[in-house]
């Protein structure tokens, strides 16, 4: 309920006006049925327009954070995505895919539609990169078609980390739906789930107009970030070191002013004890006698 209500009365109308989505191949989503939508990932917006555009419920599969968070955003939060129909999923990989399926199927088999990103996380770049095959798993298990979806324009409406997206018009271009049936009883056959997932992200490829990169996104992300980090860490030493030289300069010319003023106080305290001698000029001659005196004498 709460789902056609954000997308009939609050969210959807608002969309619709402020970016007029446009759609190509809207006859493409069966009526009734079950279906994968499997899109390409540019934005965190592409859940939103996508399910605007099409008549049909669908559900996305959401990251767990965004049912776990704490505190007040925490709750809004998990209310929300929970209340528009999604369900977390556990990204880390092993039996949390597995579980990441299971979820999948439930809404398949309800005759329902289901949103998947292959790529599996945002593209980093804008461009396109090489499919997980658990979407060929859920196409064969479910016995369902897949419809392959290329959203256009979302990454530069609303770039990784920006909150606020920049008003503009965004594209949707649904393909064909992709039968894989005659691959029945063989989803536990990994060439089979790398065959079908490579035919998938080729069409994502030719709908969107993307380039395509035959490596995983999240490995890039990684690459990516140890990188940031590695130079963190060779600038943060360079700081370090170059705090630690202009200590040591400091302390070098601190001990140099310290012996200069040893060096002056000692030449002061020489000169003072000299002149408390006299000097030759100040001295008193005793061989010459007083003029008054040498004439008394006489």
Known sequence: MFYWFLKTVVVG????????????????????GSAILASNHLSFSDSIFLPIVVSRRI?????????TGKGL????TAWFFRGVGQIPIDRSGGRASEAAIASGLKVLR??????????GT?????????????????????GCPVIPVAMIGTDKAQPTGKKLPKIMRIGVRIGAPMDFSRYDGMENDRFVLRSITDEIMYELML????????????SVKKNVLQTTVQSAVAMAQEIQKNAIDTAKSATEAARAATEAARA???????????????????????????????RQAS
């Open 59 to 67: 559900t996305f599969p959401a990251k767990m954070e965004y049912f």
């Open 110 to 119: 309800k005759g329902e539609l289901f949103g998947i990103y292959p790529e």
């Open 122 to 142: 945002r593209s980093p770049d804008g461009r396109l990169y090489k499919g997980k095959t658990g979407i060929a798993r859920m196409a064969l298990e479910a």
């Open 207 to 218: 709908l969107s107009g993307q380039e395509y990169v035959d490596v995983y996104a999240t």
């Open 264 to 294: 002056s106080a000692a030449a002061s305290k020489a000169g003072s004890a000299a002149g408390g001698e006299g000097t030759p000029a100040e001295r008193p001659r005793l061989d010459v006698v007083p003029e008054n005196h040498e």
């Open 13 to 32: 109308p608002l969309l619709r006006l402020l970016f007029r989505p446009w759609v190509e191949g809207s006859e493409n989503v069966p009526v009734q």
């Open 73 to 76: 955003k925490g709750r809004l």
